[in-house]
């Protein structure tokens, strides 16, 4: 059976475990802003992204593996602009995964449970490529933060 979860695949000029670090000490650079709260850079850690009036979506690191891997259960979750199904993350997984290369990494994301039949998956496939692509390529790259180039 075909994965049809959305993934995104980058390659950054700097060492895995470097990148991993950026990842996950500093998700708010590259993600969430001022609209990030709660912790997120160990196993069990639980932590919310609320945009107020379009996203609402509480994760839990369900796996972590120092410089490999780092796994979101998104546990609860409100879309604001769906018309149907508003909590169609609910239940759904983001999984960062790092190649080592050298001094270099492939970083290999998959929003696992985001297949192209829910209403949010042309937007969210948008939102996803622009957040790993643009603001986690260049918080880790070039230390922009994210919430400074989308304001």
């Known amino acids: 059976m075909e994965n049809k ?11 895995a475990q470097e990148v991993f670090s950026c990842l996950t000490s500093q998700a708010a650079n590259w993600w969430g ?9 160990r196993l069990h850690d639980e932590f919310v992204i609320h945009h107020p009036g379009a996203h609402y979506s509480k994760q839990k690191v369900v796996e ?10 998104v546990t609860d979750s409100k879309l604001d602009w769906l018309q149907n ?8 997984k983001m999984i960062f995964e790092l190649e080592a290369q050298g001094e270099h990494c492939l970083l290999h994301f998959t929003h696992q449970g985001l297949v192209p039949e829910l ?4 937007l969210v496939e948008k939102g996803w490529n622009t957040v790993i692509r643009d603001y986690l390529f260049n918080y880790v790259t070039e230390g922009k933060i994210a919430e400074a180039l989308y304001r």
Do not use: H, R
Not at 33 to 41: E, H, P, Q, R, T
Not at 64 to 73: D, E, I, R, Y
């Open 119 to 122: 209403e949010c998956y042309p």
């Open 85 to 92: 199904n508003k909590s169609e993350w609910t239940n759904t």
């Open 33 to 41: 802003g001022k609209d990030l709260s709660g912790g997120n850079a």
């Open 5 to 15: 979860s959305l993934t995104v695949t980058i390659e950054l000029a700097k060492p």
């Open 64 to 73: 972590f593996v120092a410089g490999q891997k780092w796994v979101w259960l």
